[in-house]
């Protein structure tokens, strides 16, 4: 007997229906006309979608009272709005909130909500690939091969996910819970530049999630040339995971720095478009024990910071199973905030939240694994012999 096999072929989620929910306005209006509307109602048809999906948080066709009954109907009949699968749901003693999302059978990624970041703001840690290829030393996510990107849509339903657990549909922006995204999760945001771009506009559009792009905060390990054209494509706030202040420690600890040196990575800084005292780049330095956190080392980043607009969060480092490092003694990260804090910068030393659950900046890993093509070919051999 000959079995040929179709390497693209799902067989548990083949004959699912498609979601909509997440998509841009753009590819909802594609969808509307591979579904036979004509372009012009496809327009109109997708921002109504997008307003009853994305501002009203609504999971059933049937809720959608400006479209026709049997409109609803037959895109019930094509169509779901569901979310991707919760594997799993963690609640930190600090109210810390952890979800492991499946958006396809072994592929999983994690968000994490963190509530009262301020006395008004709620910040969601949004995932943009399950994995990460940068190998940074103190990252638990970077001890994961990756997997794959993730799509826009599938970035968007993180932060549905999250709202539906919050019970904040509508989304009316008085009296939010969830105010700021973070693109601080598993992954390289810049790696994968066109869907965290296209998450943007869906999740900043001021007539679903209206979440101001000036809320928006997504954090790179320094892809310098992407740099620019992150702000360009998304006006999002710039924030740069640094760590080291000389090139040769983060080359150990940041390897991306082997690629693009602290030099490059500042030129692509000032080139970001729209930078000043109100658009200020987040710098972030995890406090590792006798390894970064010298007083000469925090003059040396006050220096390193000359001339542009900037903040730095000092992050005490979150351990994890088999982390090579220790967290910086309290007292020692007191007195290099006070160094930057003396030459004018911000420097609030940043709360550890959710370490009870690892949910902390750093902790983030799913089990998912990039499978080979001859296990794959197995797999799927092994499901057709099975048919």
Not at 146 to 175: F, K
Not at 261 to 274: K, N, S
Not at 311 to 338: H, Q, R, V
Request: net charge neutral; charged share 25%; aromatic share 6%.
């Amino acid at each position: 007997m000959k079995i040929e096999l179709d390497m693209n072929r799902r067989p548990d989620v083949a004959h699912a229906p498609t979601s909509l929910a997440g998509l841009s306005v753009p590819a909802l209006k594609a969808e509307m006309e591979t579904f036979g509307i004509e372009p012009k109602k496809a327009s109109m048809r997708a921002k109504q979608l997008r307003r009853w999906m994305h501002h009203m948080g609504t999971q059933d066709f049937s809720e959608m009272t400006d479209l026709g009954k049997g409109l609803r109907a037959e895109l019930a009949d094509k169509y779901t709005l569901g979310r991707p699968e919760i594997a799993e749901h963690k609640v930190s003693i600090d109210g810390t909130q952890k979800w492991l999302v499946r958006f396809a059978p072994g592929i999983e990624g994690e968000s994490v909500y963190i509530p009262a970041v301020s006395t008004k703001t709620g910040a969601l840690c949004v995932s943009s690939q399950v994995g990460c290829t940068l190998n940074c030393t103190f990252c638990h996510t970077g001890t994961q091969k990756l997997v794959r990107n993730l799509t826009a849509q599938e970035i968007v339903a993180q932060v549905m996910i999250a709202r539906d657990g919050l019970g904040e549909w509508p989304a009316s922006e008085e009296g939010r819970l969830l105010t700021n995204i973070v693109f601080m999760g598993m992954g390289e945001p810049l790696y994968n530049l066109d869907n965290v771009a296209e998450a943007i506009d869906t999740l900043s559009d001021g007539e679903g999630m209206a979440i101001g792009r000036r809320r928006i905060t997504v954090s790179t390990a320094g892809v310098a040339p992407k740099i620019p054209e992150l702000g360009e494509r998304t006006g999002a706030m710039l924030a740069i995971s640094l760590h080291a202040v000389r090139d040769d420690l983060r080359d150990e600890i940041v390897p991306i720095n082997r690629k693009y040196d602290l030099q490059t990575l500042f030129e692509a800084i000032r080139a970001y478009p729209g930078l000043n005292n109100s658009k200020r780049v987040t710098f972030e330095y995890v406090m590792l024990k006798g390894v970064n956190d010298s007083l000469a080392e925090a003059h040396d980043l006050v220096k390193l910071l000359r001339g542009v607009p900037a903040k730095i969060n000092l992050i005490p480092f979150n351990p994890w199973p088999g982390s090579p490092y220790e967290c910086s003694d309290w007292s020692t990260i007191e007195a290099f905030a006070e160094v930057v804090n003396r030459a004018g910068y911000a420097s609030p030393i940043r709360t550890p939240r959710g370490r009870d659950i690892f949910a902390a900046c750093g902790q983030l890993r799913s089990e998912s694994v990039k499978k080979s093509a001859a296990e794959t070919r197995r797999e799927a051999l092994a499901a057709a012999e099975q048919a």
